[in-house]
């Protein structure tokens, strides 16, 4: 039974690869702080985004559904409060929901939902990526050689952004966490590290770039998978032309690993200030990111596929509900944290629940297995064919609108080395999850809403050629920051 009523504090880095982590059995990174929080509480190791990039993965982190319910398809299309998030439906019921950090929602003088936003970070003029709107004969963007050349030590616009916002959550526990409420707040505390720029400070990348890091997995190009959606994204994002020698491959990784314990800092340093104030008593912590990163395997750097490194996310809980030390295999979603932070708050998520697909965590945590699959699909940038990615057991069946399916047994084959679509003894399994598929969505339906909607950004900013010019942003600036097109 639990007892109502306890406030939360949400954090979120962004692009973390959930394998990156002490706690997940990364043979490199040191991440003492998140390995402290598994330690306290349960870590979810088979959890996944609703989509592997930024945008749409942020918006339905905030409205608990999936993008298909929802309708933000890319990172050009960005949640703008029209639909009630789990900050409404908190603020309505009396609650403080206060959000430090990047949003990535679309323009600062929206209602999101929040009783204040601190220092948030929007998609840039309302506009994002454009470019990722052009899904056939895709551009060549340039972002690959910012991510390249900018990996290295030092301090970037990013860096000092996450400075500002740990700063300012340690400020808020201690003069805002222990007021007098009548209902328990949630803190919504977001990062940007690890996200490129690849620039960690130099006590931290040098802990990397000091030793040999061993290479990504199928980084050889005669090891790649050559699947042509992954082809589409390769020839788009031109990694290829940037990472073309082991050493640029080893800045890049150092620059990563480097961003991972950089953030891990400053989660700890969060964590001291809950010590210090006693917050365990009556408050639940959880971290996780919007998505996680290729990091060179198959030749890949970024998101926006579907393999566990990017679909995949890191998720730790600790509070009332979730056992010390503890670990759960059972497929999550980030649709599951709307229901959580709903019924941790005192509120009945059942009283608004209205097509949400989400499962309280702590339930799952307690051994409740649903009776679902678990979704991601993607619709953006770099790809010229919807992708859906569905967790039926331990199978990860992945559709492509355009061209051949993917399967893979996730029990045998974590690393996703054997894809067992073409394989006969495996055409009923192949078959089962698409027909899984099929009774949660219609894949061509909504591949078709997506393009329409897609089409009419695309016209309303003067079409492909427009977007085209205005170049490839790489990354969203920072508060303050200028904006970068080269």
Same mark, same amino acid.
């Given at each position: 039974m639990y007892l109502p009523g306890r406030n939360v504090i949400v954090i979120m880095s962004d692009e973390h690869n959930p394998k990156v982590m002490g706690c997940a059995g990364h043979p490199v990174v040191s991440t003492p702080h998140l390995d402290e929080l598994a330690r306290r509480g349960t870590r979810f190791s088979s959890a996944y985004t609703t989509s592997p990039v930024c945008v749409p993965a942020r918006a339905a982190f905030a409205l608990g559904k999936y993008i298909h319910q929802i309708g933000y398809w890319d990172n050009a299309d960005a949640y703008d409060g029209a639909r009630p998030s789990w900050h409404h439906v908190l603020r309505t019921a009396g609650h403080q929901v206060v959000s430090i950090g990047k949003l990535h929602f679309n323009r600062q003088d929206e209602d999101h939902g929040f009783s204040e936003e601190k220092i948030p970070m929007h998609i840039?003029?309302?506009?994002?990526?454009?470019?990722?709107?052009?899904?056939?004969?895709?551009?060549?963007?340039?972002?690959?050689?910012?991510?390249?050349?900018?990996?290295?030590?030092?301090?970037?616009?990013?860096?000092?952004?996450?400075?500002?916002?740990?700063?300012?959550?340690?400020?808020?526990?201690?003069?805002?966490?222990?007021?007098?409420?009548?209902?328990?707040?949630?803190?919504?505390?977001?990062?940007?590290?690890?996200?490129?720029?690849?620039t960690a400070p130099p006590e931290h990348y040098y802990r990397y770039f000091n030793q040999k890091l061993p290479m990504p997995k199928l980084y050889a190009r005669e090891l790649r998978t050559d699947h042509p959606y992954l082809q589409d994204y390769r020839n788009s994002f031109c990694y290829d032309d940037y990472f073309d020698s082991e050493a640029d491959v080893q800045r890049a990784l150092s620059g990563y690993f480097g961003l991972v314990s950089f953030m891990d800092e400053q989660v700890g340093k969060i964590m001291t200030a809950f010590d210090e104030l006693g917050l365990a008593a009556n408050t639940d912590v959880i971290y996780t990111s919007?998505?996680?990163?290729?990091?060179?395997?198959?030749?890949?750097?970024?998101?926006?596929?579907?393999?566990? $490194?990017?679909?995949? &996310?890191?998720?730790? %809980?600790?509070? /009332?509900?979730? !056992?010390?030390?503890?670990?759960? #295999?059972t497929p999550v979603s980030h649709v599951d944290v709307f229901p959580t932070l709903l019924n941790v708050q005192g509120e009945s998520f059942e009283s608004v629940a209205d097509g949400h697909p989400g499962v309280d965590l702590r339930e799952i945590a307690k051994g409740q297995v649903p009776e679902r699959c678990?979704?991601?699909?993607?619709?953006?940038?770099?790809?010229?064919?919807?992708?859906?990615?569905?967790?039926?057991?331990?199978?990860?069946?992945?559709?492509?609108?355009?061209?051949?399916?993917?399967?893979?047994?996730?029990?045998?084959?974590?690393?996703?080395?054997?894809?067992?679509?073409?394989?006969? $003894?495996?055409?009923? &399994?192949?078959?089962? %999850?698409?027909? /899984?598929?099929? !009774?949660?969505?219609?894949?061509? #339906?909504?591949?078709?809403?997506?393009?329409?909607?897609?089409?009419?950004?695309?016209?309303?900013?003067?079409?492909?050629?427009?977007?085209?010019?205005?170049?490839?942003?790489?990354?969203?600036?920072?508060?303050?920051?200028?904006?970068?097109?080269?």
């Open positions: 840039l003029d309302g506009k994002g990526d454009l470019m990722g709107l052009v899904r056939d004969k895709l551009p060549r963007r340039g972002g690959a050689k910012k991510m390249a050349g900018m990996a290295g030590p030092g301090e970037s616009s990013y860096t000092r952004y996450d400075r500002d916002i740990c700063a300012e959550t340690q400020i808020w526990l201690r003069s805002q966490a222990r007021q007098e409420r009548d209902k328990p707040w949630v803190l919504f505390v977001s990062f940007v590290a690890p996200h490129f720029p690849l919007d998505h996680g990163d290729n990091l060179g395997s198959r030749g890949l750097w970024g998101k926006s596929t579907m393999y566990e $490194e990017i679909a995949g &996310v890191p998720l730790i %809980c600790v509070g /009332q509900g979730y !056992a010390p030390s503890s670990l759960v #295999e678990v979704l991601s699909e993607y619709h953006g940038m770099g790809s010229r064919s919807s992708a859906f990615m569905l967790r039926v057991g331990v199978y990860k069946y992945v559709h492509y609108g355009e061209y051949q399916p993917q399967l893979f047994d996730l029990a045998k084959d974590p690393e996703e080395l054997n894809d067992l679509a073409t394989n006969p $003894e495996y055409s009923d &399994v192949l078959a089962r %999850c698409h027909q /899984q598929l099929t !009774a949660m969505l219609d894949p061509q #339906e909504v591949d078709q809403r997506a393009r329409r909607r897609q089409a009419e950004l695309l016209a309303l900013h003067g079409g492909r050629e427009a977007v085209i010019a205005r170049g490839d942003l790489g990354f969203t600036p920072a508060p303050g920051a200028a904006s970068d097109f080269r």
